[in-house]
């Protein structure tokens, strides 16, 4: 297969589409976490389909201090690694091309969501991301939009926005795409030193600590669940030996441990050995939200069943990173 480059939507919508365009949205930089995406937008896509990787570093999503002028730009190696993973355009258009009266003065705004989270720590980000997702599902005119759950927040509102405003196009999620040894691929991992890149590994092993725990809770309490609760019944548990078992599981499930702050802490106890590493981990935040809007769990486990997200954002160094799971409350009822 051989990909095309394209610089202007013109050309793009001169290409005679015979099935359903899959589009996957990128700053560039691209690696193994993107060439998923291609992929499984092409299986998507099916063999008439058409899949479109854009390659455009959006201004305005980067606030002040942060690293656009350093962002990387790669689109030779771009252009390569898109055809291997099946894609059949690379639409990569200027800052003219996709803001052609200098910067919008009508853009999107995120709403609360926006405000949390990322959205705190960066003003402003998840408007400019909007905006120029916004503008490229137009100038790209797809059936389906790919997008990493890595990005959690990010999908999120590109769920939510295309919900509220009637965009017509598929959102689909791609799971986190990780190293061997855990840390989630990014393009800002090529900033981060040898030393750097050990500390790093302490977001995905925190995030991999909650986990752990949370499945152990789920545990407790489905055992918990099967546990009986009257005095004939437990004597006849006792008969067979299983009631210190159900104790133990009942004091378990039922106390103080069982809730989502046993989660963070399990997480956070990572963290903190990781802020006395050479070079230290500096938190931003770890938080365990309803995907739904990113507002905080909180209160008794008992009181929360559905899906969650556990997030952490950390700088290593001067480098900035962010990873998620998605975890899932009382699954085993």
């Known amino acids: ?5 394209l610089r202007t939507a013109a050309e793009l919508h001169a290409r005679t589409r015979g099935g359903r365009r899959a589009v996957v949205m990128t700053m560039g930089a691209l690696h193994e976490g993107h060439a998923t995406l291609v992929r499984t937008a092409r299986e998507l896509a099916g063999p008439d389909g058409e899949v479109a990787v854009t390659v ?23 252009l390569k690694l898109a055809e291997q993973a099946g894609a059949d355009v690379v639409f990569a258009p200027s800052v003219d091309e996709v803001y052609p009266g200098g910067e919008p003065q009508v853009r999107i705004t995120a709403g609360p969501m926006g405000e949390r989270l990322e959205g705190s720590s960066r003003p402003g980000h998840f408007d400019g991301m ?14 389906i939009a790919l997008f990493g759950q890595k990005d959690a927040q990010q999908l999120a509102l590109i769920r939510r926005m295309t919900r509220d405003l009637n965009f017509g196009v598929e959102i689909v999620a791609v799971p986190t795409v990780r190293e061997e040894d855990g840390l989630a691929l990014s393009s800002r991992n090529r900033y981060l030193s040898a030393a750097g890149r050990r500390t790093a590994l302490a977001l995905s ?3 991999f600590a909650g ?24 004597e006849a548990l006792s008969a067979i030996g299983e009631s210190r078992a159900a104790a133990d599981a009942h004091a378990v499930a039922k106390g103080a441990p069982g809730s989502p702050a046993a989660i963070r802490a399990a997480a956070r106890l990572v963290l903190d050995e990781a802020a006395r590493l050479d070079p230290p981990l500096e938190l931003d935040y770890l938080a365990l939200v309803d995907p739904s809007d990113f507002t905080e769990i909180t ?10 997200v556990l997030a952490v954002a950390a700088r290593v160094g001067t480098t900035r990173l962010i990873d998620n799971i998605p975890l899932t409350f009382g699954a085993a009822s």
């Open 299 to 308: 209160g008794p486990e008992d009181d929360f069943t559905g899906e969650a």
């Open 56 to 78: 455009f570093v959006n201004p305005l999503q980067f606030g002040q201090g942060e690293d656009l002028d350093r962002y990387p730009r790669t689109l030779d190696a771009d």
């Open 130 to 143: 909007l905006t120029v997702v916004a503008k490229l599902l137009h100038l790209t005119r797809p059936d």
């Open 205 to 207: 092993q925190a995030l």
């Open 1 to 5: 297969m051989t990909t095309t480059l």
């Open 211 to 234: 986990r752990d725990r949370h499945a152990a809770q789920e545990a407790l309490r489905a055992r918990a669940r099967q546990v009986p609760a009257t005095r004939a019944r437990a």
